[in-house]
Each structure stands twice: as C-alpha cells, then as structure tokens.
C-alpha cells in the first residue's frame, strides 16, 4: 500500500477515535447528573428506556474504538490493509468503506456464509 493511502486512512481513523472519545465523555457527565424524580411513572419509563438507548449506542462505540485503536496499531507495524486469514491485499474499495476490517472480502464473504450455514 502506497505512503499516501496509509497517511489517509492514519488521519481518518484517528479523527474518527477523537470524535468517539468525546462522545463518550459527554455521555458519562450526562449520566452522573442529579437524577430528576418523575411524579408520572410513564415519564420516568420514556427517560429510562433513552438512557438505555443511549447506553447500547456508546456500547457499540466502545467496540468501534478498540477496532479502531488495532487498525492504528496494524498501520503502526506494517500489516494495515492485509487480510489476516489468507494474507492477500485488502482492496482500497473495502477499507474506503470498512478501514477498521481485518479481512479481504473473499474470506468474509466465506466467514459469513459459514456463520449463516452454522446458525450462529
């Protein structure tokens, strides 16, 4: 992979971790606000289930961002963009679209349909 594509993909992913990383500290101080007491119990229901919203998405974040701080790590030591089941190039197109993936599409495409034959 050329210099140029692993400073870009460098730029990109560290702006998407620092965009993240705020994200995840203002969830924190919104949650450690003083709780506020609902007489009606729906409103206090409808406040609940967005916190627990809330708390799936920053979940999913938290994933994103230890996908994220690998990918900088393998662009750190060379293996960015290099598929780790059968060691062939990852396309541009791919990690234009998905910079965190490990692997090519072809041994993806192959995980998936045996994840989906294995009912997992």
Request: net charge positive.
């Amino acid at each position: 992979m050329k210099k140029a594509d692993l400073e870009h993909f460098k730029k990109h992913l560290s702006q998407r971790l620092e965009d993240l990383l705020s994200q995840a500290d203002s969830t924190v101080s919104g949650m450690t606000a003083p709780k506020e007491n609902f007489p009606d119990p729906t409103d206090r229901a409808s406040l609940e289930a967005d916190r627990n919203f809330m708390l799936r998405i920053r979940d999913r974040e938290s994933k994103l961002i230890k996908k994220i701080k690998k990918a900088l790590d393998r662009i750190e030591n060379g293996t960015f963009g290099v598929c780790e089941s059968c060691g062939e190039d990852i396309s541009l197109k791919r990690l234009h679209a998905r910079p965190v993936t490990t692997q090519c599409i072809d041994c993806k495409s192959k995980e998936e349909a045996l994840e989906k034959a294995l009912g997992l």
